[in-house]
Structures are given as structure tokens and as C-alpha cells.
């Protein structure tokens, strides 16, 4: 028997002991309904067992494997001296409580598979990658470090991994998780850390994975507060939803910035000058003014009737009462609660020295009895009634605003017809904003372990604030590029943007090495860099394959179906990125020459959606093979208008007019670096207007086509581990 064919029975033995303990976690549902002492106990056990069952459920039929480490026999391996492992995305329990036959990435011991080298192999022998085609083991590769002997960059394997097709929902990276990488993905808990990452440098992956590995270390601590995954629109979180099931990981909540705010439906828009100062940080003292404004100091004495007696405290106590609550900040709705308690304390005392016995009924009464003058003083008030009386009153908000905001930006954000009550306001997105930022004044937010902010470069500091609301006593990750900001607020440096995140002690820390983007891709989006104002350094591509083409044209629309039906002969997604205004039209030419496509367009709230897109399969996956698909087969091509296609990625990209996507907005340059980033195996760029400067060589030629090695997917699979 061969050593691939000992290897595939340990595939065989783990399928079934996976199967044992999907069974296994059944039966102990059923049983554990009988063993618990009490209710409490009984739904506490009831919910960790199906759990088990969910998240071992959720596996999604990938090898169980990916790896293996052989430990030598030297003092550097010490407990695991001599020892065998196999390294997988969750554990396998052995047969009979042996010795597990998968150790799960997360483990200690398997942190060695991801930072063993031949310089340092930490009492490694041997590390053996596993190659995979459709759930069958079809080679492995050796790397003997106790020789010295590393093929880093040169395996085969590991480059064929980061090179498979995109097809459906995004994967995890456990089998080629970098040093780099691996150092953010185990920081601690306690650690927050900001990591700007470049496009295809796997900052995203990155971010789930260290979801998953402090879930593994640190369950405990985050079972109450939880994890929390803050994407840009619901296109890009369904894209991502499958990582973390596929690491055992199924209560992760993940929402958008928008959906975590959302108190009221969102039915208005604001113009862009309205937007900037909502979104601006000074509005969170307009706001806090505008809401603490509605405290007054007491005009009169309380008095309390009780029975026969009547007691009284006087306006200067009261008014003592007041000013030292508000002096200690508390938030609006516990300082409203704490000067109730102390007026109600003031009158205990005064009942108890004159021989009143002072009970639970007896406070509730004198509470109800204080409550009015407390409303004269500290009234109840709701956000809505904050914000709204601010944007329609020009005297609110001059009174709130002043020497903050100017006087065309107090314009700027006044309702020009502000409704009869807030209940008929027409809320913008932005207003959204200013709603939480008072809720979070008038009491806290609860707040999560662990929260991971992808794009969040894209973040205003008011949206910022709100996510520093409910991580106050937690960490964060922030997954971002300065280089990809793209709304009127992004952010240009970190430190501000981390202060605003209320992390401004976080490590920041660069990813340049692209998994992702070819090196001929690469090369083109880092000629943008310089005119982006943004402080980032340029990318290195991990990849020699891909392909970069460029192309002047006198037909745009015909050059792109031309394109398109050129990479319909190829594997893979294929994406059509322009300006938003061009993308309904390239979408029609694509129709009119036989092509099927979706679309992405934007929902109410701005978020991603698709439109047209084929049937997909249990894995998110369209069906159908790599032949062209024209007229009637499902589409594996989508229009994306360039707003929609951040986060997004496809083997094959077309971008359209880049000079219409630059010219489109303020930030249009960085857009444009976007779209051209979102491929991963292939681009063409098609202009029938010059190129922007940027992109452009000096002597104003086209940049000439360019094609990288042979995609190395194309190699024949062998027992030694070369990639089919």
C-alpha cells in the first residue's frame, strides 16, 4: 500500500468517526432531557447539546483534513516528541476515547503547521500538505524541515489552493494561513488590533479566522457578550456567511452598521452637505447639548404628601440633587433614575425621623408621588423626540449647534418641512446615526465581546462611535484600506478613525502580500496609489499566473459582450464592473448578444442585492459547467455597477471605461482602484475614452496586453501533490 493509499483510508476512518459523532450528539440530546436535576440545569444542557449537533452539522462535507505534522525526536518537539498529527478545520474524536484522529486548526499544537520554517522548525520533521479535488485525496507534498528543506511560495499545493476558482460564497483559508496572518488570527482577547490590508491580502479571512480561533480559546469570557461581524451591505455578508460555519463556528451574529442601528424604517435621503455634518463627529455635542438642554434647574420645593403628613424638600436641596447628578455624567435615563432615588431617599429620611415605617408599598407610592416634580426637572424623553426637535427647530439647533456648526451647516441639515411629531418623520440613513447617538446618551447599549468591522475605512466617525457604544468593554478587529475609501467621510489615517472606534491604543498593523490579485493585476491598480491620498504601501503579489489586458475601442458595448463571451471559454465567475450610469446599458448588450447575466443592484437601504441571478445549488453555488454560456443556461456572469462591487471578487473581470468611473465622484479614483482589484485570475480593461493619467503610461500609449505563466490549475494532478 502507498503512502496516499494509507493516507486515503485515515480519510475513511475519519468520515465515519465524524459520522459517530454526529450520531453520538443525537442521542445525547434525547438522553440529556432525562439527566438534568432541574429546569434551569435542564434548558442550560438542552441548548449546549444541540448546539454540538448544529455546529457539527453545519460541516460543509470538505476533506477533513488538510495537513499533517510529524514531530521528531529532538528536545525541541518536547511533549510531542515522535508524534503524528493530522490538522483539519474542527477535531475528530478518536474510536473508543482514542488518541483524535483530526486536531483542529485552532489547537496549540497545530500553530507549528503555520509557523514552522526551515530555520525555526519547532521540533517539526516533516510537514505534508494534501491535495483535493471534489472531496478525493489526490497527492500530498512533503517539506523535510529537519533538513532544512521549505518550499514556501514553490508548493504547488498551496498555490493551486489560492488559486481555485470563486464560485459561490467565500471559503476559509485554514490550509494557507501565512505567519503574518496567523499572528493576527491568535492575538489575544484582550488585544484589539487594525489591520490595513491591501486587496487580496486576505485581511477579510483574516478577521473571521481570528473570530473563530478566540471562540475556541476564550468561549467562556465571550458566551455572554458574544461576537459581533459588522460587514458593508448584505451582498458582501452573504459572500462571507459560509467561513465560519465551515471553522464550527454557527453563533457569530453578523449585520451591517446600517441593520445594528436600525431603530426606525429608513424612507428618506439626505443631500451629500447634509450627510457630511450628520456623519461628522461634532454633531455628538450638538447632540448631547440638545438632549441635556432639556434639564432644568428646580424653580420650586417638592412636596410630598404621605397619610397626614406632607413632606418637603426644598428648592435648594432639590436643586443640589440635580447638579451633582449631573455632574457625574451618568447616562440620561440612570442620571433621570438617580435623582427619582435621591429625592425618594431625602423624604425616607425625613418619614423614618419621624417614626414612618418605610416598605416596598410605601416607596412605590412616594416614587409615583416625586415622579412629577422629577419630569419638570429631568424629563423623560425618547431619541426621536431629540433628533427630531433639533433638525425642525432653527432655534434648537442654533442653541445646540453654536460655535460648533456653521451657519450653512446648521442650513445644511435643518428640515425644510419638518413634520407635525416625530412619529410622521421621514428618517434618513444618516439620521439613523444621530438616533443611536442619543439612545446610547440615554442608556448604554449592551455590548459584545469581540466585534470584527470589515471595510472600515468606509466608516464615519459617527458611525465609529456607535460601534465603540457596544465594544466598551471588549476588543475590536478592524479590517480596512485606506486605499479603497470611498464615501465622503473615509477615513485617511488610522489613529484618528481607532479614536473615534474608541481603540486608539490599537496595533496597526500592514498586510502587502496579495493571495488574491495576480502580480499583472497588481502592477496596474498600484499606479493609482500615489494620487489616492491615502498612506498605505503598495502590494506584492504572492501569484505569477493571471492575466492583464488592455484595449482601445471604438464600440464599447460590442468590446464588452466580445469580452465576456472570452471568458465564458475559461472556469470561473465573471463580473462586469462600470459606472453606475453605464451598467443597465452594458446589462442590455449583454441580453441582445445572447449572454445571460444578473445584476447587482442596490435595495431601500443601499445594500447589494442581486437581480436575475441563476439558481443556485445547497452550497450557494450556480450549477452548470465552464462551457460559454449564451442564451437560456444559467448565468454565470453579473453586471456590478462600481458602488456595489467592494468586497465582491471574481476570476474573471471586465471593467468598463475607467475614465466614466473616475469622473463619477469625489472619490472616484478610489473606486476605480476597486474595480480594478476585484479580479482574481484575469482582467480586461476596455476604454474608448483615454485612460486617466494614473493608469496611463507617460507617452500617453495603451498599456500593452500581458499574460503571466500558465494558470497552473491546468497541470495534471500526480501522487506527489502537484495540483490536477
Known amino acids: 500500500m502507498t503512502e496516499l493509499d494509507e493516507e486515503r483510508v485515515h480519510v475513511a476512518r475519519c468520515e465515519a468517526a465524524l459520522r459517530a459523532m454526529i450520531d453520538g450528539a443525537r442521542f445525547n440530546v434525547v438522553v440529556g432531557e432525562h439527566v438534568a436535576g432541574d429546569r434551569y440545569s435542564a434548558e442550560r444542557l438542552g441548548r449546549h447539546l444541540k448546539s454540538l449537533v448544529k455546529e457539527l452539522q453545519e460541516d460543509t462535507g470538505g476533506p477533513p483534513f488538510f495537513g499533517r505534522l510529524d514531530f521528531g525526536s529532538g528536545a525541541a518537539a518536547g511533549e510531542h516528541c515522535g508524534r503524528r498529527y493530522h490538522i483539519g478545520r474542527r477535531h475528530i474524536s478518536g474510536e473508543g476515547g482514542g488518541p483524535p484522529l483530526v486536531i483542529d486548526w485552532r489547537a496549540p499544537v497545530s500553530r507549528a503547521f503555520y509557523r514552522a520554517g526551515a530555520r525555526d522548525p519547532r521540533g517539526v520533521a516533516v510537514r505534508r500538505r494534501f491535495g483535493w479535488a471534489e472531496g478525493t485525496l489526490t497527492g500530498f507534498e512533503d517539506e523535510r524541515l529537519d533538513r532544512g528543506e521549505e518550499l514556501g511560495a514553490a508548493s504547488r499545493i498551496m498555490a493551486a489552493e489560492i488559486e481555485r476558482p470563486r464560485v459561490g460564497p467565500m471559503r476559509d483559508i485554514v490550509a494557507t494561513i501565512q505567519p503574518e496572518q496567523d499572528d493576527l488570527v491568535r492575538a489575544d482577547l484582550a ?87 450628520k ?32 413632606w418637603r424638600i426644598p428648592e435648594e436641596g432639590f436643586r443640589r440633587i440635580v447638579d451633582d447628578t449631573r455632574r457625574e455624567s451618568p447616562p440620561y435615563g440612570v442620571g433621570r433614575e438617580r435623582v427619582t432615588s435621591r429625592v425618594v431617599d431625602a423624604v425616607r429620611r425625613q418619614a423614618e425621623a419621624r417614626g414612618r415605617t418605610t416598605g416596598t408599598a410605601w416607596t412605590r407610592t412616594v416614587t409615583r408621588a416625586v415622579r412629577p416634580f422629577v419630569d419638570e426637572v429631568w424629563p423623560a424623553v425618547r431619541p426621536e423626540e431629540v433628533v427630531a426637535g433639533l433638525l425642525g427647530d432653527p432655534a434648537a439647533l442654533a442653541a445646540a449647534a453654536d460655535g460648533i456648526l456653521t451657519a450653512e451647516e446648521q442650513a445644511a441639515i435643518l428640515w425644510t418641512r419638518p413634520p407635525r411629531t416625530f412619529r410622521s418623520a421621514r428618517w434618513s440613513a444618516a439620521d439613523a446615526v444621530l438616533l443611536d447617538e442619543v439612545a446610547g446618551l440615554l442608556e448604554r447599549p449592551d455590548g459584545y465581546g469581540h466585534v470584527i468591522v470589515d471595510e472600515a475605512q468606509d466608516l464615519s466617525a459617527m458611525q465609529c462611535r456607535a460601534v465603540a457604544r457596544r465594544s466598551e468593554y471588549g476588543s475590536v478587529t478592524v479590517l480596512g484600506d485606506l486605499a479603497q475609501g470611498t464615501t465622503p467621510w473615509a477615513a485617511r489615517v488610522w489613529p484618528e478613525h481607532l479614536a473615534h472606534l474608541g481603540k486608539p491604543e490599537a496595533r496597526v498593523i500592514a498586510l502587502t502580500t496579495g493571495f488574491r490579485v495576480p502580480a499583472a493585476v497588481v ?20 501569484r505569477s499566473d493571471g492575466r492583464l489586458r488592455v484595449r482601445q475601442t471604438p464600440d464599447l458595448r460590442s468590446a464588452v459582450v466580445e469580452a465576456v463571451r472570452d471568458a465564458l471559454r475559461h472556469e470561473g465567475s465573471i463580473g462586469v464592473i462600470a459606472a453606475d450610469a453605464d451598467a443597465g446599458t452594458l446589462a442590455a448588450a449583454l441580453r441582445d448578444g445572447g449572454v445571460s447575466a444578473s445584476a ?102 495603451p498599456l500593452p496586453s500581458r499574460t503571466a ?13 502537484r495540483p490536477r
Open 191 to 277: 488585544e484589539s488590533i487594525c489591520v490595513q490590508g491591501a486587496p487580496g491580502t486576505g485581511k477579510t479571512a483574516v478577521g473571521l479566522h481570528r473570530a473563530a480561533y478566540l471562540l475556541y480559546a476564550h468561549r467562556r469570557r465571550l458566551e455572554r457578550g458574544g461576537v459581533l461581524v459588522l460587514g458593508p451591505n448584505r451582498a458582501f455578508l452573504g459572500y462571507i456567511s459560509a467561513v465560519l460555519p465551515a471553522l464550527g463556528e454557527v453563533d457569530v451574529e453578523q449585520t451591517t452598521v446600517e441593520r445594528l442601528l436600525a431603530r426606525v424604517p429608513v424612507s428618506g435621503r439626505d443631500g451629500e452637505a447634509a450627510a457630511r455634518v
Open 279 to 310: 456623519h461628522d463627529a461634532r454633531m455628538a455635542e450638538v447632540l448631547r447639548r440638545a438632549l441635556y438642554g432639556r434639564v432644568r434647574r428646580p424653580t420650586g420645593p417638592i412636596a410630598v404628601p404621605d397619610g397626614s403628613y406632607r
Open 600 to 701: 447587482v443592484t442596490a435595495d431601500a437601504e443601499g445594500n447589494a442585492e442581486s437581480a436575475g441571478t441563476a439558481p443556485a445549488d445547497a452550497e450557494g453555488n450556480t450549477d452548470g459547467d465552464a462551457a460559454p454560456d449564451v442564451g437560456g443556461g444559467p448565468a454565470r456572469v453579473t453586471v456590478v455597477p462600481v458602488t456595489m462591487a467592494k468586497g465582491l471578487e471574481y476570476d474573471h473581470v471586465v471593467v468598463a471605461e475607467p475614465a466614466a468611473i473616475a469622473e463619477a465622484e469625489e472619490r472616484g479614483l478610489n473606486r476605480l482602484y476597486v474595480a480594478l482589484t476585484r479580479a482574481v485570475s484575469r482582467l480586461d480593461v476596455l476604454h474608448s475614452r483615454p485612460l486617466p493619467p494614473q493608469i496611463a503610461v507617460p507617452d500617453s500609449r
Open 709 to 721: 505563466v500558465p494558470d497552473s490549475r491546468s497541470l495534471p494532478s500526480q501522487a506527489d501533490g
Open 523 to 542: 502592477e496596474l491598480a498600484n499606479r493609482l496609489l500615489g494620487a489616492l491620498e491615502a498612506d498605505v504601501p503598495p502590494t506584492r503579489s504572492f
